[in-house]
């Protein structure tokens, strides 16, 4: 290895793109699963939503640290193979689907923060669980509550896509599948 190799080395901010992702996306799915889950099981209806919503207020700031990180540090990855992307044919769409990916994720996220606020400032509605309204929710409640159901899913499929782009741009800089994609740029008959 020679001496300007660790230079040329991404480590760091591909640590925070693979971190923050992978935060984003279990925390999202385990809220979805297992934080929702469990306050359904909260014997008292009008204490189910304070209890996720608790659970949720707590998640947001590791939540906002993880997407900050991610951010960071897939906008420093981009930087740096600035030339693959231009150079080596295939590198460029996935950057785009990944960004496309990234943009759904982080409207899908901000906008249940804005619903699960609405939930929040309703105090103790009875609720059937953190996205099941009931009868006596107030319509309000149950309409933020209907779309997040939604969005609970939505988010941690948009970041696990994600991840999976990831995975593909990993494995297009394989030097065989740089030399390919360089050759395929050059001369697309090949």
């Given at each position: 290895m020679g001496k300007n190799d660790s230079k040329n080395r991404n480590t760091l901010v591909r640590a925070l793109n693979d971190l923050g992702l992978a935060a984003w996306f279990g925390g999202s799915l385990m809220g979805a699963i297992g934080l929702n889950g469990a306050a359904a099981q909260v014997d008292e209806p009008g204490e189910r939503a304070k209890v996720a919503n608790a659970g949720w207020a707590s998640w947001t700031p590791a939540n906002l640290a993880a997407i900050g990180a991610y951010v960071v540090g897939s906008l420093a990855l981009t930087g740096a193979n600035r030339g693959r992307l231009a150079g080596?044919?295939?590198?460029?769409?996935?950057?785009v689907a990944k960004t496309v990916l990234t943009a759904g994720a982080l409207a899908a996220t901000a906008y249940s923060r804005v619903l699960g606020q609405t939930v929040m400032d309703a105090g103790t509605p009875e609720v059937s669980g953190a996205t099941e309204p009931t009868a006596g929710t107030p319509t309000e409640v149950a309409d933020a509550q209907r779309k997040l159901k939604l969005l609970q899913w939505a988010v941690p499929a948009l970041t696990g896509a994600t991840v999976v782009l990831?995975?593909?741009m990993g494995e297009q800089q394989r030097p065989t599948?740089?030399?390919?994609?360089?050759?395929?740029?050059?001369?697309?008959?090949?």
């Open positions: 080596q044919q295939g590198v460029g769409k996935v950057a990831d995975s593909k599948d740089v030399a390919r994609g360089v050759v395929r740029r050059l001369n697309p008959a090949a």
